[in-house]
């Protein structure tokens, strides 16, 4: 198929072709307005035929008694001779006796049949010499009706058809006849059982019949054939309508791959009334004949307008000599006028016709240009160029061409000639990322039309775009109701390959959601004896998807583990799909979720094998499902991955699964330790609270459940402690010798001096003369220092102070501070202060780490000091403490 927007097309341009443009278009002149297609008159002074079967006479107006003769002859009859050429749909209310199993008595019914005849042709515009067969005799009851379909074979030299409906009592049955496009309809139930009625129309018009409410309807059928024509030949009266079929055919055969031709039409019309219905004249002729003939010969009919702005004819260059001249067509749907594209560039030598030179049009614009540029056209394209509109910047309505092209594949029945086209076309715009969400019955029309032709890839491909989208209970049915109907023909049920419907369906990852609850609406609405079958090829399938779905989340997991994973095959489920997909994706968080899930089925009851499944998966995955340095993360501990391996570790505890929780806690110092080997370490500064919240929550679940000590706890613990907790601890404050005080000053010229002054251990006082003292008073607190006004030397721009040290308040501001801060700091550790701590982190790390031993006057640290005194009262022998924690010191044990 051509990439390119057609408008470039220059494909077409050898000489045959040429010709055969030519052809179409003057086939399209000739072309006639299908107003006379069909001719009824009513004949009140008909004589009666007399119509004798076997040895009766049927009466008329036609008698139950008459009816039971011909129904009764019509049972006698040969069934079915092999040449027929009606479709009888409603044949249990139809009989009929062909022209040999009846006859006409009357005499003066040939010469009033003449009449019928004459009136025929001339209201059907027939001129050559015909003749008149008599084909049928039909009669039809409440219900029945009656079809005529043209067979072009067996009816070479048959011009038209003739009925005549005689006097029989009936309502309903309204007769409608279709040809070109254009319909009619004639109700004859009209004093009916008085009246004789002949309708003719041309052989290649469509009859149907509604049913008949009531009564009967008895109708003689005749053939009117052309004298001269035999019956091998196709020189009978040339029907316009079919050159242009064969014009067409032509075209399409010779010229495969032209890309589209615009015929121009005679009248202008505003943008509404450009639309099949409303053609005036010889267009709505040539309208007619393109929307009935282009779907049987591969092409596609739209109606164009062109664009008075886009026109830009004659100005473009001309090398080759012939017009290149571009014009822009607004494409319009032949039969509905809804919109195709916009802005679709045709050359010049894509028109077949000039309606002007053609001296079709004497109308107001002389100018091949003028009227170009106002005018409207019918447009043929092989289908397989409609995907080609749709590329920018044809602005085209993606939802309007697969409408148009699904209208031709379900009604025009001549379209099924070409199959492989509108393949193409619906596999093209299916691959557009643009291809619109199709309606449910647009689904299931394209559906059943890619299934009966056997394009599974197609069927597949958009089984595919819809099943992931959403549940989805009409799109699906439609799927389940095509299987039932496949089956039903073909498959033999011990065997059912669920692939020939959904192999290519599952290949692109899909919402695994979605599809396992649209697959059950396919199992429920499948036949039951298939629904065993479906379910045993649905698991791998759902396990196939799950496995492969891009991001899964709680949602996917919760569903599988409550929704889909039948009780029995649970283990085979977990460790066949959900532990592979979350180990492929390193989902530990969802790993962590799917285990503690799996406990609380364990929990309510609700899945016997629910601890065994997890002891299982933490078996396979607990490198996987252990504490990450990065877990720590995030803006609350609530919100981080550690709160999820803790609620883990929770979870296993309470399920009593104590080895699994050993794997996860060696498995997390494993994870850890290597990111701390450098004894500066921090990856996790700025987590200290999240660690903080963790290790007490860690710590009080270890307690509860009175956990072995492991010494992969006991390095979790001290190390974090050590290094984000512990690390925070106040630092308490020296005491300076003499006089001497912390430097206050900021940098500038006037603190210079006065931080001399501070540093000092012997300065007690000092004197400053500055201009503004509120700088100097911000940087010594009124109650460790005082200021004394000097009041001689007074200048306008300067002021003299004594600046006196009060001795030790600066210390015990200091050391009252510190004391309140070790009061914030040992809050946290008041949780940790038990003896399964104790246990775990053996005394010495206990006394250090927990209870603060070496903190100054920490609440612990006093603890131990009473603990110890009542020790020695006892006459037992306690470590000796050491009386403050000096930050070197400090940072030297952390090491
Ligand atoms: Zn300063």
């Not at 080609?388 to 309007?400: E, G, I, M, R, V």
């Not at 919240?693 to 979790?716: A, C, R, V, W």
Request: glycine letters at 6%; one cysteine or more; hydrophobic letters at 40%.
């Amino acid at each position: 198929m051509e990439e390119e927007a057609p408008s470039t097309n220059s494909a077409d341009k050898d000489q045959a072709s040429s010709c055969c443009w030519d052809e179409l278009a003057s086939s399209l002149y000739a072309v006639k307005s299908p107003e006379s297609f069909s001719y009824i008159k009513t004949y009140p002074c008909a004589v009666n035929p007399v119509i004798q079967v076997h040895e009766d006479i049927i009466a008329l107006p036609l008698t139950g008694h008459g009816a039971e003769i011909i129904k009764q002859a019509d049972k006698n009859a040969n069934v079915q001779n092999g040449t027929q050429v009606a479709l009888d749909e409603g044949i249990n209310s139809v009989w009929k006796l062909d022209a040999k199993k009846f006859n006409l008595l009357n005499p003066d019914w040939s010469s009033f049949l003449r009449t019928g005849l004459d009136d025929a042709c001339e209201g059907l515009g027939i001129t050559e010499s015909v003749d008149i067969q008599p084909y049928e005799l039909l009669l039809c009851e409440q219900g029945g009706f009656y079809q005529w379909r043209h067979k072009m074979r067996e009816t070479m030299r048959m011009v038209a058809m003739l009925a005549i409906y005689l006097p029989s009592a009936h309502q309903g049955g309204e007769i409608r006849l279709r040809y070109g496009g254009k319909r009619c309809t004639f109700d004859t139930s009209k004093s009916s059982m008085f009246t004789t009625r002949a309708l003719a129309w041309s052989s290649n018009a469509a009859y149907d019949e509604e049913k008949l409410l009531s009564g009967r309807r008895l109708m003689l059928i005749y053939k009117i054939v052309d004298k001269s024509a035999t019956e091998n030949s196709s020189s009978h009266i040339d029907q316009p309508i079919e050159i242009v079929g064969r014009a067409l055919h032509q075209c399409a055969t010779k010229v495969p791959n032209f890309s589209a031709k615009i015929y121009l039409l005679d009248y202008h019309y505003p943008r509404v009334e450009l639309i099949l219905d409303k053609l005036k004249g010889h267009d709505r002729a040539v309208g007619d004949a393109l929307n009935e003939l282009c779907a049987g010969h591969g092409l596609h009919f739209f109606l164009g307008r062109l664009d008075t702005q886009r026109t830009t004819l004659g100005s473009s260059a001309t090398d080759s000599g012939t017009c290149e001249s571009l014009f822009s067509v607004e494409l319009l749907d032949g039969f509905h006028g809804v919109h195709i594209a916009k802005n679709v560039l045709f050359t010049k030598d894509q028109l077949i016709n000039d309606p002007h030179r053609d001296g079709r049009v004497a109308d107001i614009s002389p100018s091949f240009r003028g009227r170009l540029s106002r005018g409207a056209a019918a447009i043929i394209c092989p289908t397989i160029h409609l995907p080609s509109y749709l590329y920018p910047p044809q602005n085209a309505n993606f939802h309007n061409i697969i409408l148009v092209v699904l209208r031709d594949i379900v009604y025009k029945p001549s379209a099924q000639g070409h199959p492989g086209d509108y393949l193409r076309v619906l596999r093209e715009m299916v691959d557009s990322t643009h291809f619109p969400e199709l309606s449910p019955g647009t689904f299931s029309k394209v559906l059943k039309w890619a299934w009966g032709k056997r394009y599974v890839s197609l069927f597949w491909k958009i089984i595919s775009r819809e099943i992931g989208l959403r549940v989805d209970p009409e799109r699906m049915s439609a799927i389940a109701h095509i299987i039932n109907a496949d089956i039903l023909e073909n498959a033999d049920i011990a065997q059912i390959q669920w692939d020939r419907y959904f192999s290519g369906v599952f290949c692109h990852t899909q919402d695994f959601k979605n599809v396992t609850l649209n697959l059950e609406i396919v199992q429920n609405r499948i036949r039951d004896d298939l629904k065993l079958s479906f379910e045993g090829w649905k698991k791998p399938i759902q396990q196939h998807i799950f496995r492969k779905k891009l991001s899964l989340n709680l949602g996917d997991v919760d569903y599988l583990l409550h929704s889909v994973m039948p009780a029995k095959e649970s283990l085979d489920w977990v460790l066949n799909c959900i532990v592979p997909a979350l180990r492929a994706q390193d989902r530990r968080d969802l790993l962590r979720m799917c285990i503690c899930l799996l406990l609380e089925r364990r929990e309510n009851g609700s899945l016997a094998n629910a601890k065994e499944i997890a002891d299982k998966i933490i078996l396979y995955t607990y490198r996987t499902a252990a504490l990450e340095t990065v877990d720590f993360d995030g803006e609350a501990y609530l919100s981080s991955l550690a709160k999820g391996f803790r609620d883990l570790i929770g979870s296993c505890l309470h399920a009593g699964l104590k080895t699994a929780v050993i794997m996860l806690l060696d498995a997390s110092w494993t994870n850890i330790a290597p990111q701390h080997a450098n004894p500066g370490a921090l990856p996790l500064k700025e987590c200290s609270a999240n660690i903080k919240e963790f290790l007490q929550d860690l710590g009080g679940l270890l307690k509860d459940h009175n956990f072995p000590y492991i010494s992969s706890t006991k390095e979790i613990f001290k190390l974090l402690i050590r290094r984000y907790v512990y690390a925070e601890a106040p630092t308490y404050p020296e005491k300076l010798p003499g006089w001497t005080h912390k430097l206050r000053g900021c940098g500038c010229e006037i603190c210079l001096e006065l931080d001399k002054f501070l540093q000092s251990e012997f300065l007690i006082k000092t004197e400053f003369s500055v201009g503004d003292t509120s700088h100097l008073k911000s940087r010594l607190p009124r109650d460790v220092f005082r200021f004394v006004h000097k009041p001689t030397e007074q200048r306008a721009d300067l002021r003299v102070y004594w600046v006196y040290k009060i001795k030790g308040k600066e210390f015990q501001q200091d050391a009252e501070s510190y004391n309140e801060q070790v009061l914030e700091f040992e809050k946290y550790f008041e949780a940790l202060r038990n003896d399964y701590m104790q246990g775990l982190f053996g005394e010495a790390d206990y006394r250090h780490l927990i209870m603060l031993e070496k903190v100054q006057n920490s609440e612990g640290q006093k603890q131990l000091k009473v603990a110890a005194a009542a020790a020695r009262k006892k006459g037992l022998r306690m470590p000796p403490l050491s009386d403050s924690d000096d930050e070197r010191s400090k940072k030297r044990r952390l090491k």
